[in-house]
């Protein structure tokens, strides 16, 4: 695949993202605010609070492979080596009092927070996680508990969330001393929603033969989609890779060097070995055209004329917080729209919630699209969960399989 | 003639199989310790099985290599995975929709085949060896038996016990407790292949027909009875068990064009 103009667009602004949010945590005219990815970000910005993410922090780690340098300092402070990995990596690192981010952009430290703000839509170790935060900085901790296993994202379900979202509004004010406006949330909602629609459009490029790009592209190009939302500059950029995939798609130009494979992956990357999977999957002529992962930074129901119940019903419909009905009904579209060949399932070691592998599903789905599937064991940063080699016979055994059933 | 040879470079054993033409059931046959070097056993396998059957690698039309090490033998001309010829090279000697279970040095395999031999779905064992081949060697260690007299000691045993563990070490442990409460040595013999059965059992459903392969069948065919007693099934083993492998990659070689 060629190399992408987006790409340089994109390092720059996730660049003036961390430096600026070291400037707002150094000036005490400014607020902080540590969010979880799919938290509620729209309402943080309203009240002007600049928006950092321990989620991306951790993928950075994993990437940057410095995750099992600080796991074993959490594991030894009683963080156990069982839950969450970005977890045990981002309180690992900060106990040791380094961050990726200092090589990376320049930064001395994490920028300090003035409020932690969390959902546990996606899991409840993100609560425990920002809990460690609040004591140590002494700091509110407020957030949403979310149900989880949602099956209908019904109007009812929805309503009672709501005031969840509302009860947040008058800690906000009190923390950053402005005063809540909804119109300006719903001028944030309106970004959010566009950035939203266009990162959907982004990954819908993938449909096409030959794809494009592959997963392992689309976990660099969500960076803006998850640390941006609500902010015009992610809208921005996506409008920016949309001309240059219309380009690439109008020329057939695959992101494999021969696409013999379309695959659909389930469940986070292994962030550590993002370069090793992506080559050997380009070896194996195998595209990865889909995933769960990627495609959970689409909230279709953001409605800025409608904001409260809008994302409260966002945050209800994100994958990771479905029933497994839900999820298969979900993931059978997606198979069918990208026209995959296979599902490739990774079961993280730490990542329970995210690893769709546990409670029969794999089986479910196969029967349902008459797909096939496999199981590659490892972790999102753990790399002592992962055996490479184990991995990539289990992925080469399963295009055998695929390319055995063409016979 | 054209001959066809297939090197199944396992984490502790590496097979050459050389075929000719005719697919002759008594194919020629050649086993190496791996040892630390992949492409060194590769090569003494191969020459092995060559000088077993009196030709040159000259003579030989085309090579596949498979198992753990298939990267590092650069003399041949393809590579399969160990599930695919495991696959091949099972079906080869038991043409039936069957369920194939592979107990290697360091991993199962459970593979699912078509009525035509293709993989319909495969699984392997997750990152712990508990169960494989290093299991026994492991608690035959432990025990202070010579791993040639499990068996025979397994044949004796008068009471079933099975060691729970998912994982080598925690077995390990579980065998020194049971000789500390005075289990005989036989029992606990017995003990080891049943967990042996226990681990590729819960691995995934099998059918009524499985075809036993690998190394540990090779050896102790008693995981055959214990096998087919856990399922019910009517388990197969092929005359050259712990060679599935490598015949599956000569078969993948001369299909190969």
């Known amino acids: ?407 | 003639m054209a001959f066809y040879c297939g090197v199944d470079i396992g984490s502790t054993w590496t097979k050459a199989v050389i075929l000719g033409e005719e697919n002759e059931p008594d194919y020629t046959r050649a086993l190496v310790r791996t040892g630390i070097s992949f492409e060194s056993a590769a090569l003494s396998a191969r020459d092995e099985a060559l000088a077993r059957a009196k030709l040159t690698p000259d003579d030989i039309e085309r090579t596949f290599s498979t198992g753990y090490g298939r990267m590092n033998a650069e003399f041949a001309d393809g590579r399969r995975t160990e599930i695919a010829c495991h696959a091949k090279g099972a079906f080869h000697s038991f043409p039936h929709p069957c369920h194939v279970v592979d107990i290697g040095g360091q991993d199962n395999k459970i593979i699912q085949l078509s009525e035509k031999g293709a993989v319909e779905h495969f699984l392997m064992n997750r990152k712990c060896a508990a169960g494989t081949g290093s299991f026994i060697e492991e608690i035959s260690r432990r025990l202070d038996i010579d791993m040639k007299r499990l068996e025979e000691l397994a044949e004796n045993a008068n009471k079933e016990i099975t060691l729970s563990s998912f994982c080598t070490v925690f077995s390990a442990t579980e065998v020194i407790k049971l000789i500390r409460e005075g289990e005989s040595p036989e029992n606990i013999c017995k003990g080891v292949f049943n967990a042996v059965v226990a681990r590729v059992t819960e691995m995934g459903t099998l059918g009524d027909k499985i075809v036993l392969t690998g190394g540990v069948a090779a050896a102790f065919p008693i995981v055959a009875d214990i096998l087919s007693n856990a399922t019910g099934a009517t388990v197969f083993i092929p005359e050259h068990a712990q060679f599935t492998g490598a015949l599956g990659a000569a078969l993948e070689a001369a299909a190969s064009n």
């Open chain 1, 1 to 407: 695949m060629p190399k992408l103009e987006s790409l340089k667009k994109m390092k720059e602004l996730v660049a003036g993202h961390f430096t600026g949010l070291d400037a707002a945590a150094k000036d005490p005219s400014r607020k902080v605010a540590w969010c979880t990815s799919v938290g509620p970000v729209e309402l943080l910005r309203t009240f002007g609070f600049e928006v950092y993410f321990p989620e991306n922090h951790g993928a950075v780690l994993g990437a940057s492979r410095k995750a099992n340098d600080y796991i074993p300092r959490a594991n030894a402070a009683g963080y156990s080596p069982d839950i969450c990995s970005y977890l045990t990596a981002d309180v690992g690192a900060f106990l040791a009092g380094e961050t990726p981010l200092s090589h990376g952009y320049g930064l001395k430290s994490v920028p300090t927070p003035d409020i932690l703000v969390y959902n546990t839509n996606q899991c409840r170790d993100v609560e425990d996680w920002f809990a460690f935060y609040a004591r140590h900085f002494d700091i509110p901790l407020v957030g949403i508990n979310s149900p989880v296993q949602v099956g209908d994202v019904t109007d009812e379900l929805v309503k009672t969330l709501v005031p969840q979202y509302e009860e947040l509004l008058p800690v906000f004010e009190a923390v950053s001393g402005v005063k809540f406006d909804i119109d300006r949330l719903r001028e944030v909602m309106a970004d959010s929603a566009e950035t939203s629609r266009l990162w959907g459009e982004v990954l819908g490029t993938m449909a096409h033969r030959p794809s494009p790009m592959t997963f392992f592209d689309t976990s660099v190009h969500m960076a803006p989609a998850v640390i941006l939302r609500g902010l015009p500059e992610a809208s921005d950029y996506y409008r920016m890779l949309l001309k240059e995939l219309a380009t690439l798609t109008e020329g057939n130009v695959s992101a494999v060097n021969k696409e013999r494979f379309r695959i659909y992956w389930d469940g986070m990357p292994v962030w550590g070995k993002l370069r090793e999977l992506s080559t050997f999957f380009n070896e194996m002529d195998a595209a990865l055209v889909v995933s769960t992962y990627c495609n959970s930074w689409v909230f279709e129901a953001f409605d800025p004329s409608n904001p409260f119940e809008s994302m409260a019903r966002a945050f209800l419909e994100l994958f990771i917080a479905r029933s497994d009905k839900a999820k298969e009904g979900i993931m059978a579209e997606l198979c069918e729209k990208f026209s995959v060949d296979g599902v490739i399932y990774h079961d993280a070691k730490t990542c329970p919630n995210n690893s769709n592998t546990r409670y029969g599903l794999p089986q479910r789905l196969r029967t349902l699209t008459g797909l096939p599937f496999t199981i590659v064991y490892g972790d999102l940063n753990d790399l002592r969960c992962f055996s490479e080699e184990q991995a990539k016979t289990s992925i080469e055994a399963f295009l055998e399989q695929i390319e055995g059933g063409r016979a």
